[in-house]
């Protein structure tokens, strides 16, 4: 059997709440993520399920918004940097922690040039020259496979490719060797091919750095792809949760198993693709009781009442469901 890894990144119990005007709006209520050393944990569920409100608390760029950690801990190699200051914070961010965002446009700064931006983000965590930095920025530009890497680094944002900023913001977020990088469906706003190379070079730069990933995504395909472990998000709760295979050939949660029923397969007539009946419930107003239980076939009265915790299904499998733990 092979030796149990270690949990990089541990939250618990995690709550983020916006309070906008009157209302609280739960992104994240209740949130149990375990991402392990070297391995990549694939975040899925639909829009505004709490995925990159998940992401933000980890980062700690709630500031400027109406969110607030409201309970809950996130443990980076055991310590908890939910509570700690905004310096030591700020050092975290690019040092041990860095994060890929769906759209580099809103992440890279438009007027500073892309090799003065890696340079920049690399004199902020290293104590090393300004040359040793632009040598290091060129090798991780080199490393991402940009065409004419040299040439590129006199470039703005806006001269790029949607590939090439992509790029652009691997080797920005790689190059001080993070030991967890957060990927918020970083390859969404690409063409299929480009995709591809994009996810191969992340998992190239992951083998080499054996940094963890936890990896932001609709697409189950990519999951499939590149994720070690899942966790599937509703309603600001992870449902369930397990390694890759568990979840794909034995999915427990009826939310789940709706997901995988809404993925084309190969071969399959598309026409028969299935989806979930019903919507995403409005954070502000969360049901009672299972929060799927409003789209849930398999529902019963208890599962309106009473919200489940987890069930242990075996070798780390999760599920937050009554029927599987045969309650109902
Ligand atoms: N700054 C904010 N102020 C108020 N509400 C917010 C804010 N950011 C997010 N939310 C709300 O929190 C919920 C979760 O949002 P989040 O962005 O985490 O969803 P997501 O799972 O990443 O969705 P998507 O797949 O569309 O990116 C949504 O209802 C969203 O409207
Ligand atoms: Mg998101």
Redesign the pocket.
């Known amino acids: 059997m092979e030796a149990q890894k270690e949990n990089i990144l541990e939250i618990k119990n995690l709550h983020t709440w916006?309070y906008?005007g009157n209302d609280i709006?739960?992104?994240?209520d209740g949130v149990d993520i375990c991402l392990k050393r070297g391995t990549t944990l694939g975040?899925v569920?639909?829009?505004?399920?709490?995925?990159?409100?998940?992401?933000?608390s980890v980062m700690g760029l709630?500031t400027g918004?109406?969110?607030k950690i409201e309970k809950g801990s996130i443990y980076l190699e055991g310590e908890d940097i939910v509570r700690i200051n905004e310096e030591k914070r700020r050092k975290l961010r690019g040092g041990k922690i860095s994060m890929i965002f769906?759209e580099p446009m809103t992440s890279l700064n438009p007027i500073m040039t892309v090799g003065k931006q890696i340079v920049e983000g690399i004199m902020e965590h290293q104590q090393i020259s300004r040359k040793e930095a632009k040598k290091k920025a060129l090798e991780m530009m080199k490393k991402t496979g940009v065409p004419r890497a040299e040439h590129m680094m006199k470039e703005y944002p806006f001269q790029l490719s949607g590939g090439q900023r992509q790029r652009v913001m691997i080797a920005m977020a790689m190059v001080s060797n993070p030991g967890i990088l957060i990927a918020?469906?970083p390859t969404t706003a690409l063409d299929v091919t480009i995709q591809a190379q994009i996810l191969d070079l992340m998992n190239t730069l992951k083998k080499e750095t054996e940094s963890s990933i936890l990896f932001?995504t609709?697409d189950l395909g990519v999951v499939a792809e590149i994720c070690d472990d899942v966790a599937v998000?509703y309603c600001?709760k992870v449902v369930e949760s397990g390694d890759v295979r568990s979840i794909f050939f034995q999915p427990s949660h009826p939310y789940t198993k709706g997901l995988l029923a809404s993925v084309p397969r190969l071969g399959e007539e598309i026409e028969e693709l299935e989806s979930i009946p019903g919507n995403?419930p409005?954070?502000r107003e969360l049901p009672k009781g299972c929060k799927f239980a409003p789209r849930c076939a398999l529902a019963v009265d208890k599962c309106r009442e009473e919200e489940p915790d987890f069930f242990d299904l075996g070798n780390g499998h999760l599920s937050r469901c009554w029927q599987c733990g045969g309650q109902t």
Request: proline content about 3%; glycine content about 16%.
């Open positions: 916006f906008t709006v739960k992104s994240v975040i569920g639909e829009s505004g399920s709490g995925k990159s409100v998940t992401a933000l709630l918004t109406r969110g769906q918020d469906e932001i609709h998000m600001g995403v409005n954070p």
